[in-house]
């Protein structure tokens, strides 16, 4: 099994839409991993985690305000990926950026593709027909519409060790440090 983290902003407003297409066509959801957006895959592992990590984050996170944002658009990436879109997303961009500033040896996504796109994954289909059905069913819900009003005031840094994903530490967002 291999030992993995990552720093999220865990967004439960989005639950009663994505779940149940998350469980079916995320792996991470049947990790037990809820809705997110990703801030950094992959992050240290999680044994190689110590204090001065945890204080450079907390340091990074303390320095952004609390994020007031929307899910407005259903999205899909190349690869078959269906995704939400934060409205704005530069603040996600940002943090993604400053985290990476402070691990440089750590880019997103493993320096897998040029642009940080913030975004919240639905799933990932094995055909386009099965993605725009999904997509199609996400339009059409009229319990949880979009766009979809959220709030992130925390991230967090979660590890996966044993084949499910659990939270290790939550950064507020705005937290003043040395007080």
Known sequence: MTSESALVVLVP???PLVG???ERFDPSAAAGLGAHITLLYPFVEPEAIGESTLDALTECFAGFAP????????RRF???TLYLAPDPDE???KLTLAIWQRFPDRPPYGGAYPDVVPH?????FATASERERTADELARNRQTPLPLRAHAATAVLIANTTGRWQVERTFTLGAETGA
């Open 78 to 80: 190349p690869d078959e």
């Open 91 to 93: 603040p996600f961009r």
């Open 67 to 74: 994020i007031a944002f929307r899910l407005t658009a259903i």
């Open 13 to 15: 407003e989005a639950e």
């Open 20 to 22: 149940t297409f998350r």
């Open 120 to 124: 919240l994954s639905v799933g990932r």
